[in-house]
Nanobody
Framework: QVQVVESGGGLVQIGGSLRLSCAASGLPYNTYSMGWYRRAPGKDREFVVATTWTGSVTHYGDSVKGRFTISRDNTKNTWYLEMSRLKPEDTAIYYC?????????????WGQGIEVTVSS
């Protein structure tokens, strides 16, 4: 059974930092690409970042470049999203995803999402 589970969300102050984790198990892949998306209240889903298994290719969404960093521990099938200099517009439900390639993430395996609220 495939499980993709996010953790680490919560309430953070403007300008603060937060780290999200995504743990996967049961994936039918030996190697896979992974990524993060988010959906802010009343808005469409937005791409945040994606990376390949080796990290040789990483893409960031324009709104998070320079503030967010994706990393992974392949031995634990876990990847992370380090978020810094958070803004109110970063408030959203964050989802992690895994698939055979970055191009197919949207049709891959997804977590249930975790809420991040940035407020003063």
């Amino acid at each position: 059974q495939v499980q993709v589970v996010e953790s680490g969300g919560g309430l953070v102050q403007i300008g603060g930092s937060l780290r999200l984790s995504c743990a996967a198990s049961g994936l039918p892949y030996n190697t896979y690409s992974m990524g993060w998306y988010r959906r802010a209240p009343g808005k469409d889903r937005e791409f945040v970042v994606a990376t390949t298994w080796t990290g040789s290719v990483t893409h960031y969404g324009d709104s998070v470049k320079g503030r967010f960093t994706i990393s992974r521990d392949n031995t634990k099938n876990t990847w992370y999203l380090e978020m810094s200099r958070l803004k109110p517009e970063d408030t959203a439900i964050y989802y992690c995803a895994a698939s055979t390639s970055i191009a197919t993430l949207e049709s891959g395996y997804w977590g249930q999402g975790i809420e991040v609220t940035v407020s003063s």
